[in-house]
């Protein structure tokens, strides 16, 4: 209950959204932080690309690097702050300077913490210094300390939840508005909801970044974001978008992940995919950029948490967060368990788990079409609940089949839709859509 | 970083459900507590009213102790985890003795931390003892770390939430089944859903006790529970679920706390009472004995957390995880800012407080009473945005007249109720619910 009275001195290397977010939070919430955090926290130094930007924020009293490694080495500074991004490059090699020199490191780098958070948190435990990554998952919503505190004396089920803001933007805007993938991505891009580039995000990688990250904090396992499968959201059509509704589900990006215990040893299962989510379950009201986290512990119960999945006010609360955990002096192991103890899991084979699926085809709109579909689904082992098929399109004679499994081996679907690969009925590949379970 | 390889030792006071529970749970997941803990957490002594019960778990391991304060006196034990209940009596008895004694205290106390929670506090920074109280708000959902940890870089807007699920899942069965209040109550009671002695959850007792406490911890303000204005759910009818359904809404019991500025410095606004709210509202889909925190952060924006609200599972993992951070050594002040830097503020006027309000009467059917009621409005500045009166009732001769204001003070409304107070047309006082802001 000490309080040391000297202040917690960061640097800041990265002065885009977030790290202006972070300086103006600093500012705004001074005397709020000082209290809670036993002290003031004191941006020392700062470093980024372009000196003289104007960016709404005064940084003259701050001293300046041109190297953002040249942050590290900085005797005035306690905690360096990297949130300049990307999985390499200057943020890796300034985080390891930082981790090297025995500071502090913040960071909101979800793709280096997936790719390098192993070796970064070896760094960090090696040196006795603070690593915390809290704006990396789900912008301002405290689900790595959620994890890692609230549901800390849990056996985790399951984990899963939206972690991608564009992606539910743009489904969540489809959903509404009736208009089409690309559509809505250019909107979205104008609006400044999706980056120039949004592979990242529609892809499903970004998503898959920050589950590798919960999946090794949820379950005590070695991140491994190269065993994560990934499917992203650019081939849900508004026409899958309106069945899903009339079904009474809605549709969005869910990345999930759990253990299971096989005769093989454990299994860790990580995916990021596009879902059917029945009206009802907690995911299903989640709209526009917002994330959610599902988290199930045996003794817990489902716990949800909810909120701004990205933004600089959000994505600064959780830096701040994290640097009054330091000036607190409660910090711990970055991925709860020290890195030494985290379980290596192989990935596991998803094609036996069972599963409700929505399975879409674009046909040929001529006879037989039907009988050969449904037979590839009988002679793959998959029962049919429902199918729907569309009247005739307007143009390019294509037509819409729908159909919602009963639950079946995921292997079942896979080996029915090989039966029908290259059939000339087909107008492209068939969508398959997991249904979320309640 | 590092881990004392002695276990922590605890006693428990108290083994009902939630008692035994907590030993289930620190069995069951002993192998994880210990490796996120970095050490075993060990029950070494319990004590409880009747030795000889049959619980369902062996306590012969455990050392016995009939006088539950006699627990704070043992050498061998570093923590005592209350869990008998009652804001005074043995429960505080004991909870003084073990922070006196210098030992640490995880509690599940409402009622207690709402009511001596300053003092509890004072002594455990005395002795610099860990005191917490996770449990006690909201089940197994983590938002006292919420508040502590994920948003303490805020300055709160505003704290409230859904937080006792016996009105819950009275409420919303209500709501599906449209049987009235009394019944859902009897069979509530005989499900287990709701206290022989139901009076501390439906008149709002106990979510005034959990508001009290995440206000003090969200605002850095001193525990007020005799500042919290409390309106249980006994006056709501079926008819008042039916009408706001009509309308797009649900009725729910929410607890509120805000910090106001006015022209006489700050002021601490505290309620609980029944609320219209609209569908599309994350409170709203809200059902059953789950609980549901808001809280909205300056920079981190709308956060929510939701769960179990009670049981022995989730409320055994909120006591756990608080011993979980005492092994860690990440504690800190019990209150998130020492007790003696809380701040002090008084109770707020909610009169000046605009807002929209449902107003149900229950009238006798007699010419003249629309006017004598809507006149009564008018004189006292209520805005009627929409009026509804039912048909003639099978029975007695009273009809219901529902209405809908639009935003205004709410002194207005209690005005213009004064003007129909002891009116020979009204059956019975009105019921006034506010309209929770979207």
Redesign the interface.
Known sequence: ?T?PSAPLRIAIAGLGTVGV?VIR?LA??AG??A???GRRIEVVAVSARDRGKDRGVDIAPFAWEDDMTALARRDDVDVVVELVGGSDGPALACSRAALAAGKGLVTANKAMIAHHGLELAGLA?AS?APLKFEAAVAG???VI??LR???????LTKVYGILNGTCNYILSTMERTGADFAAVLAEAQARGFAEADPAFDIEGVDAAHKLAILAAIGF?TRVDFAGVRIAGITRVRAADIAQADALGFVIRLVGEADVEETPQGARLLQRVRPCLVARGH?LS?VDGPTNAVVAE????????????GA?D??T???V??D???IA?D????PF???VA?LAAIPPAEPGERTERSYIRFMVKDRPGVLAEITAAMRDGGVSIESLIQQGRSAEGGEVMVAMVTHEGPEANVARALALLEGSDSLAGDPLVLPILPL
């Open positions: 209950m309080t977010g939070l705004t919430n709020i932080i209290a809670r955090a435990e006795n301002g919503i405290p300390k959620g505190e609230g549901t800390s004396a849990n056996a005590g907690p009201a512990g045996n003794f817990s119960g489902r716990l949800l948490f909810q909120g701004a933004g006010g959000p600064a609360s959780a701040a967060a640097l009054i955990d607190r409660e910090v711990g192991a709860s368990i020290p103890n």
